[in-house]
Structure formats: structure tokens, C-alpha cells
């Protein structure tokens, strides 16, 4: 069982939320279109995923000038489940054929285009992933506190072949987010593709959504390049936030005028 | 002269100084069998008891083996097993003590010498591979690793960054800022140029290995300035090759600093860090022409402890060595020529040796004098080093060059780029 001391009512209160049932703010398939090309064309160099510093950003020409909306995702998770692996997926970068420890916190920025379903609006979420290697999350006091500060969503890991990053996961919600809190919370099981040593079953991640009722993605080691892989999971982060900062204005849909649902400082 | 040029390829073993028992192993592929380390490590011992420091020794099939103890309490090996390699003692030498600055880099001098449980000590040490295993592959494309020179890239107006960079490091609340281009360093405050030299060739690599991500706030120690109490390295990737760095203290946040200050500062100077990173292959301004037959050079100031290294990019045209073998050789060379007759840069006095390794003595070097000037000819290459009070140059060439013509290539060579940069 994955349930620890004191968090009935963590998860109490997770199940209250009520879950927008994916694609209904934002259309899922849009980067399969052929009129999301421009837009997905400017995070693409060739082949590969353009690398962006940070005083860079998506350059589109006048007439496709869209805004930008800039999150911070917390990547949490035991040591070895793949955190830095998973950021360096979703920006596209090359995933280190070696695992090593992250021994600080390592941000990456990933630019996401989106179409809204309602208006047809499209926006460019900047996502900040912040990874911080668990060990020295355990030696330094300073450090999660630090990825805490401000965050907008975190991603809770497991990995499929290591139970006890699975089990692990109710202590990583308690540690990084108060019950009221208003953080996007994911999980996500990394190396689904090695079944063969899979020690985390699909019954016990069925049990666990019921319980805990968050949204479960599966990432395996596809070859990175193509959207397809990463698209599901950057979609529903992107819903997941939208959502979030709708309920925050308190109004269900943004205006179009303004490009985004609340002031959100450094656009 | 041939087989002493080529690389072979090493080992790394870390034990506990007192009971030998193994604390981690890099390198190439294969392990070593536990026999041979604990042989290794037995050897070293047995010379303790008898009262003597085993410090080196060179197989009959020429590979070479380097014993360290560092502190008291970790003993570090350097094996290199290629039979006929290049691989010089102080190569080893200076791969050890580079591990060892990476461990106290990462985990703090305390932690390493205080260690109580061995076992947890393990898992710690795990997070320090990625630096020593940058180091064994040669730290990238530079020559810090061996010099403990900082690897420069010099910028033809490097006054506007210089601004950007005190001004933002100070807004930082720190007194320590640096920018790096592909690990190299453009400018740095003052107070970073202070840090010991083997700590500013650390920090540019601690940063290579963050080559993807935009930001960090890296817990790091300073193995000569601050061993046991962290600090925060905050880094941001300003483009993809251009990294600035602050050292600081418990303010400000990673966010703070990156939301409010970097933008501010950097915005405006986008161009000229594009500018930067063009050069970075070169590490020379363009206004520098160096002769049609220098295929690569080191030149180091002496003084600052700095050292710019360039090798000729681009088409090789047959008989000459590529680029990567040019700066291999280049390495090479300054460990030949440093180690033999210019001397080793060591902090301090130029022109005093070796002043830190009371094992190396005199006689190995074999000079009463200090040598200014040599050569090597090889069948791939020519190769000339100089040495000024305040310069060494370490110049490479091909081997259609006169050999009689090599000393006033060379010492031209230094006078250009001398008065045209003001390294």
C-alpha cells in the first residue's frame, strides 16, 4: 500500500477536485495539424528541438504574433527514477546515455504552442522545469524550499521498474504541496517501456488514481525527436495550468483581449 | 618519438587512506579485479610501514600507476595500463588531485575526511562522477585540466560585458561573477580572477556538465577558499554556449535572481554575446592572424594564470594532423616540455618549481638552470616551447616547417598576439 501516516487527508482533499476531462480547453491533436506547423516549426531546428537561453524565445513572424504564458513545474521524485531524463525529453534534448546524479537544481525551459478550444486562440506556454537531484535535496535545507518557491505545477515520478519509488510517492505529494494549495499536481511513471522489468503494476496505478484521483502518464525511452511522445503529457500540463489560472480569476473562460486568464509578471 | 605521443587510456581508484577499504572506481570499461586493487593499494602500504611514500611506478610493459593520499583519509590511484603510453606521471598527478578538488568541490572537505560510515560515503561520492569522469575524459576541449591555468576566450571589446557582468554579480549580492563561452572564460569580476586557479578551471567545468539546462543553484565548495562551508553557484545559460555564473550566498533565489536581474542586465548585449560564441572555436579575435603554418598554440600568462589555446579548425590538407590530434599533441607537448624544462606553472613565484610536491626532487629535473627555450621533432609534427618572465608559448607546426625556422615562427607568433590582445 502506498498510503502513509497522516495523508488521509491529503488525499481527501485531492479527490475533491473536480478533474476537466482532458480536450475540453485545449485542442489535444492540434500539433498533429497541418496549421500548427508554423507554430511548432519555430521550436524545431531541422530535425531536432531548437534550444532556447534564456533571453531567447520563439521568434514568429508580426502576423502570427502570439503571447506567451511562463509556469514553473517542480519535478519531484526518488533518486533514479528519472527526473533529469524526463526534462531533458520534454525540452527535446539529449537524453545522457549515463545515469548520474543531479547535484543541484538544473532548470530547463520548454516552449509549448497551444490552440484553445474556445476562441481559437493560440499561446505559447514557457514552461520552466525545475529538477533537483534528491540527495542533495537531503543535504542542503535550502533547496526545496527554493523549488517550492512560486511553483505552478509539480510532476510527482515513479518509475515502473522501481516499487519503491512508486511507494514513495505519497511521502514526495506531503513533502511539496499543502492540501490546499492551488499546484497542479501529475504523476508520472517513467520507464514503461522496460516491461520486462516491471515491478509496478497497471492495478496498483488504477488504485492509486481512484484513490488519490491525479492523472497517471506513462513514459517510456522512444526516440526522441517526433512530438508524438511528449505531446500527451505537455497537453494535459498545459490544460492542467490554463485551468488552474481560470479558477484562480474566477472566471471559466480567459479573455481573448488580454491573452491570459491573470497578470502573470515578466511576459 | 612517435609511440611517447600517443594517449593511453586510464583508471581511476578511490579507497579509505586507513583501511583500504574500495570507495569507487572510473574509467575504462572493466573493472579491476578486486586482487589488483587490493594489491595496489597493499604495495603503498607496505612502503608506509617501512617508512617510505610510494608515489609512482612504471610497469615493465609501460603502463604507470600514481598513489596519492589526500588528507589522511582518502588514498586515490591513477593506473594507466596502455602498454608503450605517453601518459606522463604528472598527468596522472594532476588527474588525482583534480578528483580529488571535484570530491571536495561537491561534497565538502568535512564530509571526505570525517566520514564515519563508509558505506554512506559510497553513495555520496556517487554524486561527484559526472565532474571526475569530465575529467577523465580531458575536461573537454581545453587544457585547464593539466595547466591549472583558467582557459580564456579572448574577445576583441570585452569593456561592455566586463560592465554587465560587475554590475549584475554586485546585483546579485555577490562579488564573484564569471561568463563563460563553451566553458572558456570571457570576463570575470575581480574577485573571481582571486580565486586559486585550480578553482576557476574547476567551476568551468562543473558548468560543462550543466550543458543542457537553463538555470542552476549548485551547493559547491571551494577546495582552497571554502572546504567546508557551501556556497551557492547560481549559473544561467544566457544562450545555448554562453553561461554566466555567480558564487553567492543564501540570497538571492535561483527565481529571484533569474526574473528580475538577468533579463535587466544581459538583454541589451544579445548581439555581443552571439558575437562570442562565433569566436568560440577560435578563442581569438578575428582582428589576430597567426602564420599559414601554425596548426595550433597554448600561450599562457604567467602572471594571471590564464591561458588562451587555439587549434586551426577546418580542412586538413593531407599530412597534417587533424584538428582534435592537434590539440592532443598540444597537451602532450606541455606536459613534455613543462615537466622536463619549462616548468610547470605552480602558484606562487614564477620560475620556483614544483614548490608544492616535496616528492619531486631536483635531480629528476636535471637542470641546474631554468631552460627558456625547446624543441621536438616527431614524425607527425613540430613542436616549439618558449618561456618569457611573464609568457609561455607552447606552438605547433607541421613538419615541412625548417626546423632552424621554428624559434623565430615562435617568437614572433608571441610578440602578435601579445601586443594585439594584451593577454
Not at chain 1, 150 to 156: G, H, K, M, S
Not at chain 1, 195 to 215: C, I, N, S, Y
Request: aromatic content about 8%.
Amino acid at each position: 500500500m502506498i498510503k502513509s501516516r497522516g495523508s488521509a487527508e491529503l488525499e481527501a482533499s485531492f479527490t475533491m477536485i473536480p478533474p476537466q476531462p482532458p480536450g475540453s480547453l485545449i485542442l489535444i491533436d492540434w500539433y498533429r495539424s497541418a496549421d500548427s506547423k508554423e507554430y511548432f516549426n519555430r521550436i524545431k531546428n531541422k530535425k531536432q528541438r531548437r534550444r532556447f537561453g534564456l533571453l531567447e524565445a520563439p521568434v514568429l513572424p508580426p502576423h502570427l504574433s502570439v503571447d506567451t504564458v511562463r509556469y514553473k513545474v517542480f519535478i519531484s521524485g526518488k533518486s533514479g527514477v528519472g527526473k533529469t531524463a524526463l526534462a531533458a525529453r520534454l525540452s527535446g534534448l539529449d537524453i545522457p546515455n549515463m545515469h548520474y546524479e543531479t547535484t543541484g537544481i538544473e532548470s530547463t525551459v520548454v516552449f509549448w504552442p497551444v490552440k484553445l478550444r474556445d476562441n481559437g486562440q493560440v499561446l505559447f506556454f514557457r514552461l520552466q522545469l525545475w529538477d533537483c537531484g534528491e540527495n542533495a535535496l537531503r543535504r542542503f535545507d535550502h533547496l526545496l524550499p527554493s523549488c517550492k518557491e512560486q511553483v505552478d505545477a509539480i510532476l510527482f515520478l515513479f518509475s515502473f521498474t522501481d516499487r519503491a519509488s512508486f511507494e514513495d510517492l505519497s511521502n514526495q505529494i506531503a513533502r511539496s504541496s499543502e492540501p490546499s494549495d492551488s499546484v497542479v499536481k501529475l504523476i508520472v511513471g517513467t520507464k514503461f517501456d522496460l516491461f520486462m522489468h516491471a515491478d509496478v503494476t497497471d492495478q496498483d496505478v488504477r488504485k492509486f488514481q481512484e484513490v488519490w484521483g491525479l492523472p497517471v502518464f506513462r513514459m517510456g525511452a522512444d526516440v526522441v525527436g517526433a512530438f508524438g511522445e511528449v505531446a500527451p503529457l505537455l497537453n494535459a500540463l498545459a490544460e492542467s495550468l490554463w485551468h488552474q489560472d481560470c479558477m484562480m480569476v474566477g472566471a471559466a473562460r480567459p479573455s481573448p483581449a488580454t491573452g491570459g486568464p491573470g497578470p502573470r509578471p515578466g511576459v | 618519438m612517435c609511440a611517447m605521443l600517443q594517449a593511453g587510456s586510464l583508471h581511476l581508484l578511490c579507497l579509505t587512506a586507513s583501511s583500504g577499504v574500495p570507495l569507487f572506481s572510473r574509467g575504462v570499461s572493466r573493472q579491476l579485479p578486486f586482487s589488483v586493487i587490493g594489491s595496489l593499494n597493499g604495495v603503498h602500504m607496505f612502503g608506509g610501514g617501512q617508512g617510505a611514500v610510494l608515489s609512482c611506478c612504471e610497469t615493465d610493459s609501460g603502463g604507470r600507476v600514481v598513489w596519492k593520499v589526500f588528507q589522511e583519509s582518502v588514498m586515490l590511484i591513477a593506473v594507466n595500463g596502455e602498454q608503450g603510453g605517453a601518459v606522463d606521471d604528472f598527468q596522472l598527478r594532476r588527474l588525482l588531485e583534480n578528483t580529488w578538488n571535484c570530491m571536495v568541490l561537491v561534497l565538502g572537505q568535512d564530509e571526505l575526511v570525517n566520514a564515519r560510515n563508509v558505506e554512506r560515503l559510497k553513495r555520496d561520492l556517487r554524486s561527484c562522477y559526472r565532474l571526475i569522469d569530465l575529467f577523465l575524459e580531458g575536461a573537454g576541449d581545453g587544457m585547464g585540466d593539466l595547466t591549472h591555468c583558467a582557459d580564456c576566450l579572448l574577445v576583441p571589446q570585452p569593456g561592455p560585458l566586463q560592465e554587465a557582468l560587475d554590475t549584475f554579480t554586485q546585483a546579485s549580492e555577490s562579488e564573484f561573477g564569471c561568463l563563460l563561452v563553451h566553458g572558456k572564460v570571457v570576463v570575470a569580476t575581480e574577485k573571481w580572477w582571486r580565486l586559486a586557479p585550480q578553482e576557476v578551471v574547476l567551476l568551468s567545468a562543473l558548468v560543462r556538465t550543466f550543458s543542457g539546462s537553463s538555470s542552476c543553484d549548485h551547493p559547491v565548495f571551494l577546495p582552497q577558499g571554502s572546504p567546508t562551508v557551501p556556497l551557492r553557484l547560481l549559473r544561467f545559460q544566457l544562450l545555448p554556449g554562453a553561461d554566466l555564473c555567480v558564487l553567492c550566498g543564501p540570497a538571492p533565489s535561483l527565481q529571484t535572481a533569474e526574473s528580475q536581474l538577468v533579463a535587466r542586465f544581459w538583454c541589451p548585449l544579445v548581439e555581443t554575446l552571439r558575437g562570442c560564441l562565433a569566436l568560440s572555436g577560435r578563442c581569438l579575435p578575428g582582428s589576430v592572424k597567426l602564420h599559414g603554418d601554425v596548426l595550433g598554440l597554448l600561450l599562457i600568462n604567467r602572471e594571471s594564470r590564464r591561458a588562451v589555446s587555439t587549434v586551426t579548425p577546418g580542412d586538413t590538407p593531407p599530412g597534417r594532423p587533424r584538428p582534435a590530434r592537434c590539440r592532443e599533441l598540444l597537451r602532450l607537448f606541455y606536459v613534455f616540455a613543462a615537466t622536463r624544462y619549462l616548468g610547470p606553472e605552480e602558484a606562487g613565484v614564477p620560475g620556483e618549481r614544483r614548490q608544492g610536491d616535496p616528492l619531486e626532487e631536483d635531480f629528476t629535473l636535471g637542470f641546474s638552470h631554468q631552460p627558456l627555450q625547446c624543441y621536438l621533432v616527431t614524425e607527425e609534427c613540430k613542436l616549439f616551447g618558449l618561456q618569457t618572465p611573464q609568457h609561455q608559448l607552447y606552438l605547433l607546426m607541421p613538419v615541412s616547417v625548417p626546423t632552424f625556422a621554428l624559434r623565430s615562427l615562435a617568437t614572433r607568433t608571441l610578440s602578435a598576439l601579445t601586443s594585439s590582445t594584451g593577454f
